[in-house]
């Protein structure tokens, strides 16, 4: 098995993992990642449908890990 992307902290709350850095530049770096939350920002909601198909995906992959951890 592969270790947790996050830890828990004291308080027992997980911190996610920080942003991949994409270029050595910093400016260009925080350009990119800026870029990618317009992007984010302006894609319309999921409908149900997205949703069930995406949930199906991840759900056959975990049940799948859960088969061979077992």
Same mark, same amino acid.
């Given at each position: 098995?592969?270790?947790?992307?996050? *830890?828990?902290?004291?308080?027992? @709350? $997980?911190?996610? =993992?920080?942003?991949?850095v994409?270029?050595?530049?910093?400016? %260009?770096? !925080?350009?990119?990642? *800026?870029r990618?939350?317009?992007? @984010? $920002?302006?894609? =319309?909601?999921?409908?149900?449908?997205?949703?069930a198909?995406? %949930?199906? !995906?991840?759900?056959?992959?975990?049940?799948d890990?859960?088969?061979?951890?077992?």
């Amino acid at each position: 098995m592969t270790a947790p992307n996050s *830890a828990p902290t004291a308080g027992g @709350v $997980a911190t996610p =993992p920080g942003r991949p850095v994409r270029f050595a530049d910093p400016a %260009r770096n !925080a350009a990119y990642w *800026a870029r990618i939350e317009r992007n @984010v $920002a302006a894609a =319309p909601p999921l409908t149900d449908e997205q949703r069930a198909v995406i %949930r199906t !995906a991840f759900s056959t992959v975990t049940t799948d890990t859960i088969k061979e951890a077992a």
